[in-house]
T-cell receptor
Framework: QKEVEQDPGPLSVPEGAIVSLNCTYS??????FMWYRQYSRKGPELLMY????GNKEDGRFTAQVDKSSKYISLFIRDSQPSDSATYLC?????????????FGTGTRLQVTL | DTAVSQTPKYLVTQMGNDKSIKCEQN?????MYWYKQDSKKFLKIMFS???????INETVPNRFSPKSPDKAHLNLHINSLELGDSAVYFC??????????FGPGTRLTVL
């Protein structure tokens, strides 16, 4: 069993839709939870970062963490064609003076006009 | 004024060759990382250095050797390249255990 499971998609939605992206994890040692966005042939770019259960909102993006269920979500409101990318969930454990990120396999999102 | 930069962007080489990828960050971070992203887009950590000291060393073949001349640079040297080494390699940096910022990636193709 992988430590982090993420539906690879692809997910296709019309412009303006609400998008829900999800990951589950099995390792209780994960302390921090992140969502990265990766455009084609680019590096991952941090979208959201949280460490506690609950919701965190930033503009059109809301990250949700449920540690009791080992489940995290990213919601995108009013989706735009520019949101078309691969979304990677990531979880970290601290290892001394570094943090070890474990990524999901990524969900490819296509927002159509 | 790119935060995390990598060179080269593309690298095409023959099996058995030795090659290096360079990474530099100008964010003042003290921790740097190398990740490998395979053809299925799965991103996996390989190494991490903090202030030139190796902190994380995943189960990577010893043909891969990271070198950190100072805390702003982390290079990756690969000996005796194999077909399976073809991937995109990403460098990242952070301030200690904080958020990691990724470079643009180096696409390695081994023929």
């Amino acid at each position: 069993q992988k430590e982090v499971e993420q539906d690879p998609g692809p997910l296709s939605v019309p412009e303006g839709a609400i998008v829900s992206l999800n990951c589950t994890y099995s390792n209780s040692a994960f302390q921090y939870f992140m969502w990265y966005r990766q455009y084609s042939r680019k590096g991952p770019e941090l979208l959201m970062y949280t460490y506690s259960s609950g919701n965190k909102e930033d503009g059109r993006f809301t990250a949700q963490v449920d540690k009791s269920s080992k489940y995290i979500s990213l919601f995108i409101r009013d989706s735009q064609p520019s949101d078309s990318a691969t979304y990677l969930c990531a979880m970290s454990r601290l290892t001394g003076t570094a943090s070890k990120l474990t990524f999901g396999t990524g969900t490819r999102l296509q927002v159509t006009l | 004024d790119t935060a995390v930069s990598q060179t080269p962007k593309y690298l095409v080489t023959q099996m058995g060759n030795d090659k290096s990828i360079k990474c530099e960050q100008n964010l003042g971070h003290d921790t740097m990382y190398w990740y490998k992203q395979d053809s299925k887009k799965f991103l996996k950590i390989m190494f991490s250095y903090n202030n030139k000291e190796l902190i994380i060393n995943e189960t990577v073949p010893n043909r891969f050797s990271p070198k950190s001349p100072d805390k702003a640079h982390l290079n990756l040297h690969i000996n005796s390249l194999e077909l399976g080494d073809s991937a995109v390699y990403f460098c990242a940096s952070s301030h200690s255990t904080d958020t990691q910022y990724f470079g643009p990636g180096t696409r390695l193709t081994v023929l």
